[in-house]
């Protein structure tokens, strides 16, 4: 699969059933059936969206998986085409449309502990996706645990693996108005973190909203 | 490079997994796992778990994305998702170890290998490794949900330019080791099944040797702590998860 697949979907905002901004730094979660699609919109450029699915039949049981989904396509880049494939080898979702090009899987959500590793100690108290994550989780009615807070999908993140056996956060491809659309494969639960990362260029130091949008 | 001997007094066991096998213990801080490829085809598959607390583990992406890199070798630690180092990489004789391949599955062994039940074949039946691990991690009450992307020791697995996964046969030696040195009482839980990308259509994964002895003093000119800004903070978070002892 090549690493970019650039391309642009024929679906109109306007005939969605659901549309909602999620300003930085905020968490959603939404459930989104079989056979519709769910685009999310980096509508000011360079943020990145911290995401994982769970099937709606058995959320506990069944999630995204990064390795699965990577070494399915042989590639560790998500682009147009990429099935996104659970822990169970099932396809949950299937990118659609891309017209970023690059999303990133390895790279996982920022975290307090994280920060503190990465950063410096006394990083602990901003705000991360997996704050947001385990919010969400202790939220919503599923049943879910931090166990369930796997390795995640950064929709517009730009995290280079090199042959060497390098891997760096690098500055965003993506711009204002770029997305990425998906079509549900399965009844799945969205669970995305608008990401508040101050640290790092993966929200160009400058984390703005998204916009997600879903159709039937 | 050969690997550094072991003064008989400091080992305190020995130990080895046959190939597509399952083996768990707890690690405590101040003890090194040394894990060795007797025949140069094994693929140690490795989960670590705070025995206190089983929610922290081994985290892949902080682990990678906080040393910036997509292998692990001599110098490098595995972080937990707390911030914290369970082990550290004092020593290496293979130079790349895979954290990015995952794990097969029943399906995967079947359509690489064919099918060797127990009925036929007995205790040479063919087993994969998320069966292993879910059987081992069970006998700590833990289960799939707890059955997150593990190091798979021995292995490499490369990404090219444009991120096409490349996995590299026959990369390790017979008698290739790799010493972690747990910072932090750690669970292990180690699998022997084969690699998920590894081609077939012969299934032989190979032993794996263990030897737990007692580390070296951490000196203040510690190779993995320094090898990083990272590694520095992270042995830090160790510390005080362990100040009270």
Not at chain 2, 99 to 111: F, T
Request: charged content about 20%; glycine content about 8%; overall charge negative.
């Amino acid at each position: 699969m090549p690493a970019m697949n650039l391309k642009e979907s024929p679906l109109r905002p306007e005939n969605a059933v659901h549309r909602e901004t999620v300003p930085a730094g905020e968490w959603w979660m939404a459930e989104i059936r079989k056979g519709q699609t769910f685009r999310i919109v980096d509508v000011e450029g360079n943020e990145a969206a911290d995401t994982l699915f769970y099937s709606l039949d058995d959320p506990q049981e069944e999630h995204y998986s990064a390795v699965d989904t990577a070494r399915g396509q042989g590639n560790v880049y998500l682009t147009t085409g990429t099935p996104l494939v659970s822990n169970k080898g099932n396809a949950m979702l299937t990118i659609t449309a891309d017209t970023c090009g690059r999303h990133d899987t390895l790279g996982g959500a920022c975290s307090a502990e994280a920060n503190q590793m990465r950063y410096a100690l006394d990083k602990k108290p901003m705000h991360s996706c997996r704050d947001n994550f385990l919010h969400a989780i202790q939220e919503s009615p599923y049943g879910l645990s931090k166990r369930d807070v796997v390795s995640n999908i950064n929709f517009f993140m730009n995290v280079p693996v090199t042959p060497a056996g390098g891997l760096s956060f690098q500055d965003g491809i993506s711009g204002p108005g770029k997305y990425v659309e998906m079509r549900a494969e399965m009844d799945v639960i969205a669970l995305v973190s608008n990401c508040p990362q101050l640290n790092n260029p993966c929200s160009g130091f400058n984390p703005t909203p998204l916009e997600m949008i879903i159709w039937d | 490079m050969p690997t550094t001997p072991v003064a008989s007094e400091r080992i305190v066991h020995t130990e080895s997994v046959p190939g597509a096998r399952y083996w768990s213990l707890v690690i405590k801080r101040g003890y090194t796992l040394r894990l060795t490829d007797r025949d140069g085809c094994a693929n140690a598959s490795l989960l670590g778990y705070n025995p206190r607390n089983p929610l922290e583990r081994y985290n892949m992406a902080d682990t990678l994305k906080g040393q910036h890199i997509s292998r692990l070798t001599r110098g490098n630690m595995l972080f937990s998702d707390m911030g914290r180092a369970l082990f550290s990489i004092i020593e290496d004789t293979v130079g790349w170890h895979d954290p990015i391949g995952g794990i097969s599955d029943a399906a995967l062994i079947r359509e690489r290998y064919g099918e060797a039940r127990f009925q036929e074949h007995w205790n040479d039946f063919y087993r994969d490794g998320r069966e292993l691990f879910l059987i081992e991690l069970a006998k700590w009450g833990l289960g799939s949900r707890d059955l997150v992307i593990p190091v798979n020791f021995f292995q490499k697995v490369t990404a090219d330019d444009d991120g096409n996964l490349h996995y590299h046969g026959n990369h390790s030696h017979p008698g290739a080791s790799v010493d972690l040195r747990a910072e932090s009482d750690t669970l292990v839980v180690l699998t022997t099944a084969p690699h998920p990308m590894a081609p077939g259509p012969d299934y032989h994964p190979g032993p794996v040797d263990l030897m737990i002895y007692r580390s070296a003093p951490v000196t203040d000119q510690d190779f993995c702590i320094h090898n990083a800004p990272e590694n520095a903070r992270a042995y830090a978070n160790t510390l005080i998860a362990n100040c009270q002892e």
